[in-house]
């Protein structure tokens, strides 16, 4: 999943950096009004501009003093809280958020367009113009009741964010003219929308540049998962690999047992059917000596394959391969249904076929 919103990012950064390049770029506003009328009976005209920052009736900020198109006040109250360990934690609290916005143009000195919709825009961001704290009065009848509440007053902190007049941006839209012929730049239905104070060519350099990054971190990410994948499948493979040898290892030496067995005893008959062969049962040998029953389990894998004496020189299970954090012994029991012998342990809630049963039975 990740992988995949790295991509559609990439994708995205890149779109965003070939659409730019492909907008027309007017150097001068009194070009635009013409421009407006030969192209856009056809298609919706984006366009690129720049300029300064003007109004017709801009805002006077209270507190920094500036001259704004658009203003947002924040007004937080600061208190100290009374937790229930006992102790004062500094907590905040929002009491005021204001926003004004009056109409606004870019002038570049040959003629002015007004700009519609920026704080919608990509790349738009505000001004700090001010930012004050307000201590609270001191007042003994209010800080007695706030102190019974579990709380004290600390101040008010106001931040003021302006766009002030004469700044100079750079407006990617769509461009059009009103029923009175006022030409204005606004959101595309498709396309790019920047209002941001950087050029046409720094907006497109900066693009590219996260497209590549998202680019590599998401080549470096499918990589890394090809790997793991490999990781686990090698693993895998390699486990069963060693179990079939060492399965191999224990009905070999299980087989030369029976025959031994058989040419020492004189009262059983030397022939026998290929099928009462098969159905005598296997000793669960040890892996490593191929002389005793495994009786050892392997923490935290689980695996039993090898006998206590031989386990207490392994530090690694001959199975997985994982690291012996412990050896614990286990203990046969009967099975009363079956009469078939499985090992239990006290931290192992479950059956644990012998080895060599395994052998015949491992999906």
């Not at 004496?309 to 012994?329: D, K, M």
């Not at 012998?354 to 015949?360: L, V």
Request: with cysteine; proline share 4%.
């Amino acid at each position: 999943m990740r992988n995949a919103e790295y991509s559609k990012t990439t994708f995205g950064k890149g779109l965003d950096a070939e659409a730019l390049k492909s907008v027309t770029r007017v150097n001068q506003l009194n070009e635009l009004a013409k421009l407006l009328d030969i192209e856009s009976k056809v298609l919706p005209l984006v366009v690129a501009i720049s300029g300064r920052v003007g109004s017709e009736t801009p805002i006077n900020c209270e507190y920094s003093g500036l001259r704004g198109v658009i203003v947002e006040e924040t007004a937080e109250q600061h208190f100290l809280k009374h937790n229930d360990a006992g102790s004062w934690i500094q907590d905040s609290a929002l009491m005021l958020s204001m926003s004004k916005e009056v109409p606004w143009y870019l002038d570049d000195g040959t003629d002015r367009t007004f700009v519609v919709g920026a704080r919608g825009a990509s790349g738009f961001a505000l001004t700090v113009g001010s930012e004050v704290f307000e201590e609270s009065g001191r007042s003994l009848v209010r800080g007695t009741l706030d102190y019974l509440q579990g709380l004290k007053m600390l101040g008010v902190k106001r931040i003021e964010r302006v766009l002030p007049t004469g700044t100079s941006l750079s407006v990617i839209g769509e461009a059009v003219k009103d029923d009175i012929g006022t030409v204005r730049i606004q959101r595309p239905h498709k396309g790019p929308f920047y209002v941001s104070p950087k050029t046409i060519d720094e907006l497109i350099g900066n693009l590219g540049k996260w497209a590549r990054w998202y680019r590599y971190a998401s080549v470096g990410l499918t990589v890394f998962g090809v790997f793991l994948i490999a990781k686990h499948a090698i693993q895998y493979i390699m486990e069963r690999r060693r179990r079939w040898e060492l399965q191999s290892r224990v009905l070999a030496a299980a087989a030369k047992r029976q025959g031994q067995d058989s040419d020492g005893s004189n009262g059983k008959a030397e022939n026998g059917s290929d099928s009462s062969k098969r159905e005598r049962p296997i000793p669960d040998l040890c892996v490593i000596c191929l002389e005793q029953e495994y009786n050892a389990v392997f923490l935290p894998c689980g695996h039993m394959c090898c006998c206590t004496a031989c386990s207490s020189h392994l530090t690694n299970c001959p199975l997985c391969r994982r690291r012996i954090e412990q050896i614990s012994a286990s203990i046969p029991v009967k099975d009363s249904c079956q009469g078939t012998d499985f090992l239990f342990h006290p931290r192992i809630r479950c059956k644990i076929l012998p080895i060599a049963a395994i052998a015949y039975n491992w999906k």
